[in-house]
Nanobody, 122 residues
């Protein structure tokens, strides 16, 4: 069992930065690949970024490439999403999730946090 708690969301102006954190509990957390997803009002939840168990492999969706960076610190049981050059279209609730394998697919993730709101003003 893995519990995930996101933090770091907030209100920021376009062009600004935020760093989201996802604190995990559970003895086997480091054995999971991790991902970030987001869901804007009236839209489906979409994949943002994923990172492998070791942290050596990452993948970002096209809309955030060059702006967002996913990382993890297994010693601190935490995964991060550094978000730079934020745009109003990045406004959404951001969720972290844990999966048995490295994946971009929503259905691959078994454990989810409660989400943190990110709002980017124009």
């Amino acid at each position: 069992q893995v519990q995930l708690v996101e933090s770091g969301g907030g209100l920021v102006e376009a062009g600004g930065s935020l760093r989201l954190s996802c604190a995990a509990s559970g003895r086997t957390w480091s054995s999971y690949a991790m991902g970030w997803f987001r869901q804007a009002p009236g839209k489906e939840r979409e994949f943002v970024a994923a990172i492998s168990r070791s942290g050596l492999r990452t993948y970002d969706t096209d809309s955030v490439k060059g702006r967002f960076t996913i990382s993890r610190d297994n010693a601190k049981n935490t995964v991060y999403l550094q978000m730079n050059s934020l745009k109003p279209e990045d406004t959404a609730v951001y969720y972290c999730a844990a999966a048995n394998g490295f994946s971009r697919s929503y259905s691959s993730y078994d454990y989810w946090g409660q989400g943190t709101q990110v709002t980017v003003s124009s």
